[in-house]
């Protein structure tokens, strides 16, 4: 055997060691449920019917919201888990985790590719070593369990992947340009980049930064004599390089800057308050502080953290309120400044620095998303610990034999450490109710985590507990509707609701920014809950005052303005009052229609005895239809043209109608 072969074997054992311990820390986290957004995403599985055709693949991948491209790869890679809705969620953190060690392994085989120094063909023992450490460091983080395990974000971790490859692609065309085929390897380079971002966008919006990623390990890693000399380039090679690989990567960053600033000229005209609770401005303001708490949980980890429930951050509303803010803007200019400056110098150092910088320009600048969310550090943080690996297996310090084994321990001991912690937060994200009152616990001020906690109370016989629990944040925080709806919870468990509670949730509903399908579908439960009188004073009049709030909220959109009229109709169908119902369905489809509740309204008038009504309100919606907006541009418009080619509503609308016509011709007594 070779010296080379010897080592790539001693590399690939290494490796495989390493992703089996990562799996065995991971496997107690498998246990545990879904949480927070997968419940407002993994829905879509089942939404038209189990996914066992061409046809209803069409319609299932197509059907995203989330960015303009509706995520559709991240939507399929759901397929491997259900084709219907409610699943398990096991199959779904299971292949999460099998995603996370092929990105360890990419991650791996991308560090040893640009570690290669000088005119070396191949990695050194100890850069290969840095390489292993640097990429089982990022494997066993404590800080990336709440994206592998939380299954929605599986999103981020096909963008990483897509990342990776294509930045490996990008190094693979650099070699081959450097071996004097320049025309061949420019557009390997380049063909891996652009389908690689392709990919990315079709999994999550930061799929965009492949091409910017590229420029921070050219202008870092390439751009130092040290990586130079094994990838140099001649005069002519250079130049096609840089017209057919450079330019486009450079027009790519460029369109994602622009893309950013327009919405920060977008904030002067278009309001958020409907939707946050902070502006632009203080949202630029706070995201540098927001950056160093990353840094900080990176490099100083703990085995526990905040989770998916990070609503109680602090909004900076000025350069000194809070007065981190403006130290966390200087610090944070003054490091990418010294990156970008001594690149030359400590070009591991620099790339990590802006790498890391590079990989938050969607999520943590100008695009109005939630402040706080870990799972924003998964692709960032690719080469977080690579600079400190190759301290500690000398890849940059010949000398200093006497510490070398100092260095080597210590990678190894912060390597246990990172094992450990990541371990200890698995087995608590494999437990639904110690990770709630966990969490509850890490962040007593978020309202989500504390009603996330009541509800874990409530679901263990403790409903006193739950109440204790939300009243304090409640009383500081009346807008927030989840916490008025969790209380009622709390008191109907005990077995009744006050005047004075259903009075501060009906103001809570009134002032509200718009809480999404949380309306809907805890008005549903309410329904059922008010139907069987198992709460007392909580009754289907407490109810149409709950929905009255809503509809006089300014902030709630049409659609969610639809669904408390929707759900006004119900409750007069409830009672019998099918011609009320009906004028209730016709002004929730006035407010936002759509062919898919005109359909659903009209199904329950139908099933509730109401056939001629339910005809009627079919016949409203073609009305209505001529008004309706065109789909927006994107998976929108592609998904209403995927429905028109296959004529699903118009299949639907048919079965429906002759249903309707049917019962109609032949009653078959009064109408419930």
Same mark, same amino acid.
């Given at each position: 055997?070779?010296?080379?072969?010897?080592?790539?074997?001693?590399?690939?054992?290494?490796?495989?060691?390493?992703?089996?311990?990562?799996?065995?820390?991971?496997?107690?986290?498998?246990?545990?449920?879904?949480?927070?957004?997968?419940?407002?995403?993994?829905?879509?599985?089942?939404?038209?019917?189990?996914?066992?055709?061409?046809?209803?693949?069409?319609? =299932?991948?197509?059907?995203?919201?989330?960015?303009?491209?509706?995520?559709?790869?991240?939507?399929?890679?759901?397929?491997?888990?259900?084709?219907?809705?409610?699943?398990?969620?096991?199959? +779904?953190?299971?292949?999460?985790?099998?995603?996370? %060690?092929?990105?360890?392994?990419?991650?791996?085989?991308?560090?040893?590719?640009?570690?290669?120094?000088?005119?070396?063909?191949?990695?050194?023992?100890?850069?290969?070593?840095?390489?292993?450490?640097?990429?089982?460091?990022?494997?066993?983080?404590?800080?990336?369990?709440?994206?592998?395990? =939380?299954?929605?974000?599986?999103?981020?971790?096909?963008?990483?992947?897509?990342?990776?490859?294509?930045?490996?692609?990008?190094?693979?065309?650099?070699?081959?340009?450097?071996?004097?085929?320049?025309?061949?390897?420019?557009?390997?380079?380049?063909?891996?980049?652009?389908?690689? !971002?392709?990919?990315?966008?079709?999994?999550?919006?930061?799929?965009?930064?492949?091409?910017?990623?590229?420029?921070?390990?050219?202008?870092? %890693?390439?751009?130092?004599?040290?990586?130079?000399?094994?990838?140099?380039?001649?005069?002519?090679?250079?130049?096609? =390089?840089?017209?057919?690989?450079?330019?486009?990567?450079?027009?790519?960053?460029?369109?994602?800057?622009?893309?950013?600033?327009?919405?920060?000229?977008?904030?002067?005209?278009?309001?958020?308050?409907?939707?946050?609770?902070?502006?632009?401005?203080?949202?630029?303001? !706070?995201?540098?502080?927001?950056?160093?708490?990353?840094?900080?949980?990176?490099?100083?980890?703990?085995?526990?953290?905040?989770?998916?429930?990070?609503?109680?951050?602090?909004?900076?509303?000025?350069?000194?309120?809070?007065?981190?803010?403006?130290?966390?803007?200087?610090?944070?200019?003054?490091?990418?400044?010294?990156?970008?400056?001594?690149?030359?110098?400590?070009?591991?150092?620099?790339?990590?620095?802006? +790498?890391?910088?590079?990989?938050?320009?969607?999520?943590?600048?100008?695009?109005?998303?939630?402040?706080?969310?870990?799972?924003?550090?998964?692709?960032?943080?690719?080469?977080?610990?690579?600079?400190?690996?190759?301290?500690?297996?000398?890849?940059?310090?010949?000398?200093?034999?006497?510490?070398?084994?100092?260095?080597?321990?210590?990678?190894?001991?912060?390597?246990?450490?990172?094992?450990?912690?990541?371990?200890?937060?698995?087995?608590?994200?494999?437990?639904?109710?110690?990770?709630?009152?966990?969490?509850? !616990?890490?962040?007593?001020?978020?309202?989500?985590?504390?009603?996330?906690?009541?509800?874990?109370?409530?679901?263990?016989?403790?409903?006193?507990?739950?109440?204790?629990?939300?009243?304090?944040?409640?009383?500081?925080?009346?807008?927030?509707?989840?916490?008025?709806?969790?209380?009622?919870?709390?008191?109907?468990?005990?077995?009744?609701?006050?005047?004075?509670?259903?009075?501060?949730?009906?103001?809570?509903?009134?002032?509200?920014?718009? *809480?999404?399908?949380?309306?809907?579908?805890?008005?549903?439960?309410?329904?059922?809950?008010?139907?069987?009188?198992?709460?007392?004073?909580?009754?289907?009049?407490?109810?149409?005052?709950?929905?009255?709030?809503?509809?006089?909220?300014?902030?709630?959109?049409?659609?969610?303005?639809?669904?408390?009229? =929707?759900?006004?109709?119900?409750?007069?169908?409830?009672?019998?009052?099918?011609?009320?119902?009906?004028?209730?369905?016709?002004?929730?489809?006035?407010?936002?229609?759509?062919?898919?509740?005109?359909?659903?309204?009209?199904?329950?008038?139908?099933?509730?005895?109401?056939?001629?009504?339910?005809?009627?309100?079919?016949?409203?919606?073609?009305?209505?239809?001529?008004?309706?907006?065109?789909?927006?541009?994107?998976?929108?418009?592609?998904?209403?043209?995927?429905?028109?080619?296959?004529?699903?509503?118009?299949?639907?609308?048919?079965?429906?109608?002759?249903? %309707?016509?049917?019962?109609?011709?032949? *009653?078959?007594?009064?109408?419930?």
């Amino acid at each position: 055997m070779t010296t080379l072969q010897s080592r790539r074997l001693v590399a690939l054992m290494g490796l495989v060691a390493l992703l089996a311990i990562t799996w065995l820390v991971y496997r107690p986290g498998l246990s545990g449920p879904f949480l927070f957004d997968d419940f407002a995403n993994l829905p879509a599985l089942g939404a038209m019917g189990p996914i066992d055709d061409g046809a209803s693949f069409a319609r =299932y991948v197509t059907s995203g919201t989330a960015d303009p491209t509706g995520r559709p790869i991240a939507l399929a890679s759901f397929l491997v888990d259900a084709r219907d809705w409610p699943a398990s969620p096991e199959s +779904f953190k299971r292949t999460n985790v099998v995603i996370h %060690l092929l990105n360890g392994s990419l991650l791996f085989l991308l560090l040893s590719c640009i570690s290669r120094h000088r005119d070396e063909h191949v990695t050194r023992p100890r850069d290969l070593a840095a390489a292993g450490l640097a990429a089982g460091m990022w494997l066993l983080h404590p800080l990336f369990v709440s994206t592998t395990l =939380y299954v929605v974000q599986r999103e981020a971790m096909l963008v990483t992947t897509f990342a990776l490859l294509g930045l490996l692609g990008w190094w693979h065309g650099r070699r081959v340009m450097a071996s004097g085929r320049p025309i061949a390897g420019s557009l390997i380079a380049l063909g891996s980049l652009l389908v690689c !971002t392709a990919f990315g966008l079709l999994s999550k919006a930061n799929g965009i930064l492949v091409a910017p990623l590229v420029l921070v390990l050219e202008y870092t %890693l390439l751009a130092n004599i040290g990586w130079r000399a094994s990838t140099s380039l001649a005069s002519t090679a250079r130049s096609v =390089y840089r017209r057919v690989v450079l330019l486009p990567c450079w027009l790519i960053s460029l369109a994602v800057a622009a893309y950013l600033t327009w919405f920060v000229v977008r904030s002067l005209q278009v309001e958020i308050a409907a939707i946050r609770p902070w502006t632009l401005g203080q949202r630029l303001l !706070t995201e540098p502080r927001i950056l160093w708490d990353y840094v900080r949980l990176l490099y100083f980890p703990r085995p526990y953290t905040a989770g998916v429930f990070n609503d109680q951050v602090v909004v900076s509303n000025g350069l000194l309120d809070p007065w981190t803010t403006l130290p966390a803007i200087a610090g944070a200019l003054a490091v990418l400044g010294a990156a970008a400056a001594y690149r030359q110098r400590a070009p591991a150092l620099s790339a990590t620095i802006l +790498f890391f910088a590079c990989g938050h320009a969607i999520e943590s600048t100008s695009i109005p998303l939630e402040l706080y969310f870990e799972h924003r550090n998964y692709l960032p943080a690719l080469l977080a610990f690579w600079p400190a690996a190759r301290w500690a297996m000398a890849a940059d310090h010949v000398g200093d034999v006497r510490y070398r084994h100092l260095r080597l321990l210590a990678g190894i001991g912060f390597l246990t450490l990172l094992g450990a912690f990541t371990l200890m937060n698995t087995r608590i994200w494999g437990d639904a109710r110690n990770q709630a009152i966990l969490w509850a !616990t890490l962040n007593p001020t978020s309202d989500r985590a504390q009603a996330s906690a009541a509800m874990a109370d409530m679901n263990n016989d403790a409903p006193e507990r739950a109440e204790r629990r939300l009243r304090p944040l409640f009383a500081q925080h009346p807008e927030q509707v989840q916490l008025a709806f969790n209380l009622v919870a709390a008191r109907c468990a005990q077995g009744s609701v006050s005047a004075t509670d259903l009075a501060a949730t009906e103001q809570s509903i009134r002032i509200t920014r718009d *809480p999404g399908t949380l309306l809907l579908t805890w008005f549903d439960g309410a329904m059922s809950m008010a139907k069987r009188g198992s709460c007392e004073g909580f009754d289907t009049a407490a109810l149409r005052r709950l929905i009255g709030a809503g509809m006089a909220n300014t902030l709630l959109p049409p659609g969610r303005k639809q669904d408390l009229t =929707y759900l006004e109709g119900r409750l007069r169908l409830e009672s019998g009052d099918g011609p009320g119902a009906a004028t209730a369905f016709d002004e929730a489809l006035a407010l936002d229609p759509r062919i898919s509740a005109a359909l659903e309204q009209a199904a329950q008038l139908g099933s509730s005895g109401y056939p001629e009504l339910g005809l009627r309100h079919l016949a409203l919606f073609d009305k209505l239809a001529p008004r309706l907006p065109a789909p927006a541009i994107g998976m929108p418009s592609i998904h209403a043209w995927v429905l028109r080619r296959q004529g699903y509503w118009d299949r639907e609308r048919h079965q429906l109608e002759a249903t %309707l016509r049917h019962d109609a011709n032949h *009653p078959t007594g009064n109408p419930h």
